[in-house]
């Protein structure tokens, strides 16, 4: 288990940790991210593993990790609250998470995430997701609030031990007939938008049933990324709204007009700390 970041969670974000070549921390710093890196150093903001701050002539070994605060980049600002559908501060907090909103820090979305933004507005500094919903997928997301208890629930939505229930909306092919169940081997590789199927074992599952009037409840039965998208683009009934499935769009970062229409609906599992079957519902609907 990862042991705690040295430095404390400040204004919804926390610290970056940066694994070391070795050698020279200023010079490394300096070199792979530029000057604002180095004068963080010269500033004493950059500490070791065990809280020590690093020095001008600080010199760590190679996989040695530092951690410093980022610089926030401006960010177009996503217009949509995040309601919150259930809230225990010593254990979980349940939302109903908006389309176009990351659930966490990643690429040039940080501070324009539910988490940073949770953590800011609900005063939750350890508040984690437990799992992840896609930044264009809208709908509940369960977070942990408290460090102690991230474990739990973060191994029970990777044992596939959580019920999970999506809304979508689609064309209509009178020639298919539902439900059926999707399966196939998807991969996702790194540095490319779109996850691809591709011939071998199967990895991903999915129970797909027409609601009537281009409305689908869609099933996992396992978790690849963008796993949903793929297999309804594979029917040949890609998503109303996708911008990546079956080909990339190019959307303007402030363009919210068309968000896309798959919602994570229901969320169901007994919780692993007191055993009670929890249901939750998003309150949203697709348009």
Same mark, same amino acid.
């Given at each position: 288990m990862r042991r705690p970041a040295p430095l404390p969670v400040r204004d919804g974000l926390g610290p970056a940790r940066v694994r070391l070549r070795g050698g020279s921390v200023l010079v490394e710093l300096a070199s792979r991210f530029g000057e604002e890196a180095a004068e963080k150093i010269r500033s004493g903001e950059v500490v070791t593993a065990d809280g020590s701050v690093v020095g001008l002539g600080t010199i760590l070994p190679p996989g040695a990790f530092v951690y410093l605060y980022r610089e926030l980049r401006e960010e177009v600002p996503v217009p949509f609250e995040i309601p919150v559908l259930f809230r225990d501060d010593d254990d979980i907090v349940v939302v109903d998470k908006p389309h176009f909103l990351a659930t966490m820090p990643r690429g040039r979305h940080v501070a324009q995430t539910a988490l940073v933004r949770l953590r800011r507005e609900l005063d939750l500094p350890e508040l984690s997701p437990a799992h992840r919903l896609d930044r264009l997928t809208a709908g509940v997301l369960l977070f942990t609030a408290r460090r102690e208890v991230r474990g739990p629930y973060q191994t029970m939505f990777a044992r596939g031990l959580v019920d999970k229930t999506y809304l979508a909306r689609a064309g209509v092919d009178p020639s @298919?007939?539902?439900?059926?169940?999707?399966?196939?081997?998807?991969?996702?590789?790194?540095?490319? @938008?779109?996850?691809m199927e591709e011939p071998g074992e199967s990895n991903a599952e999915t129970l797909v049933e027409h609601l009537g009037g281009g409305l689908y409840r869609l099933t996992p039965r396992t978790g690849r990324t963008h796993q949903l998208r793929v297999h309804m683009a594979s029917l040949g009934l890609p998503i109303t709204g996708d911008p990546w499935y079956p080909e990339v769009v190019d959307v303007a970062p402030d363009d919210f007009s068309r968000p896309l229409q798959l919602l994570a609906h229901r969320l169901e599992f007994d919780d692993p700390l007191c055993g009670e079957r929890r249901v939750f519902v998003s309150r949203r609907s697709l348009v």
């Open positions: @298919l007939a539902f439900p059926t169940t999707m399966r196939s081997r998807i991969i996702k590789r790194r540095g490319v @938008l779109q996850a």
